[in-house]
């Protein structure tokens, strides 16, 4: 499977990398163009990456509309944000109370990402890696990867350990997204990380916005649709309107595997009364890259 293969340095010091976005310098400022890929840098050269399949519980999630952000229980989006960093080789890290980087040892990081294409937002979605690339060329061109070195990516790491939820879109390769399917599986049925808490599959009853907060650990892509409706019901948590919110949802367009049902989230989110569940385990969702 081609990618591009594009070196350059991790930073992070005055920004806020979360548990699957982190900020990436290439060593060559021109490498986006050559490869054809729509990422945006920032006026440092400076590129978000998001990383692919993988979604942490958000940290600073602000739905639109919203007067403020919203994030989920801090225990495992903060642990994959700082197991990321330190996959990477940053240590020290301090942030300040708006969760931006202010100090960290060393300054920056060297490594490489593997990547085709940019999101709708200029951020390279991205397979990322600490270092070089050991036994093959590391100079900026295109990659045939193989799955020993995807399983030395950020993104198999995090998903091992159970620090993040699977989340594949249709630009995944196939054989990608079974390498870290078995992974996913493997941590879920093991209980690791945040599997031990996660409500999604099982099911949650919703009684006040303050459970998604401060304790329930469910699929953020669901998290995020709730913050969203939840702005918009004046303070209730009554149920009654998501599934038609999340049938209106553009971005939800997705369908299943092994089966290749062509769906929306809403029907495989079900709802009774305050009980919400996911019907469809996520790592056989896959969404349409929009």
């Not at 699957?20 to 729509?38: C, L, M, Q």
């Not at 070195?149 to 879109?169: C, D, I, R």
């Not at 078995?182 to 599959?201: I, K, N, Q, Y």
């Amino acid at each position: 499977m081609p990618l591009s293969v594009i070196t350059g340095t991790y930073k992070i010091q005055g920004a806020s990398p979360d548990g699957d976005s982190i900020r990436f310098y290439p060593d060559d400022p021109g490498v986006w163009k050559k490869h054809n890929i729509a990422a945006k840098p920032n006026a440092h050269g400076g590129v978000q990456l998001r990383l692919d399949a993988i979604d942490a519980l958000e940290t600073h999630y602000t739905p639109p509309h919203a007067a403020r952000a919203w994030r989920q229980p801090a225990e495992f989006g903060d642990a994959a944000s700082a197991r990321l960093l330190a996959i990477l080789g940053f240590k020290d890290v301090v942030r300040d109370d708006r969760g931006y980087v202010t100090s960290c040892r060393p300054t920056d990081r060297p490594g490489y990402i593997l990547t085709r294409f940019a999101d709708v937002y200029g951020r390279a979605v991205s397979l990322a890696f600490a270092g070089s690339r050991k036994g093959r060329a590391s100079s900026n061109g295109t990659a045939f990867v193989n799955v020993i070195e995807m399983k030395n990516s950020v993104n198999y790491q995090l998903l091992a350990e159970g620090l993040v939820y699977p989340t594949f879109y249709s630009k995944l390769y196939v054989d990608f997204r079974e390498v870290l399917t078995a992974a996913a599986v493997e941590a879920r049925e093991g209980g690791v990380g945040l599997w031990a808490d996660d409500s999604t599959l099982e099911g949650f009853t919703l009684t006040t916005a303050d459970q998604l907060t401060d304790s329930l650990v469910i699929l953020p892509k669901l998290f995020r649709r709730l913050a969203e409706y939840l702005t918009d019901t004046s303070g209730s948590v009554a149920l009654s309107g998501f599934e038609t919110f999340l049938s209106s949802h553009a971005d939800d367009k997705l369908y299943t595997v092994p089966a290749g049902q062509a769906t929306n989230l809403d029907t495989l989110v079900e709802i009774k009364g305050r009980k919400l569940k996911l019907t469809t385990p996520p790592e056989q969702i896959v969404f349409l890259e929009s």
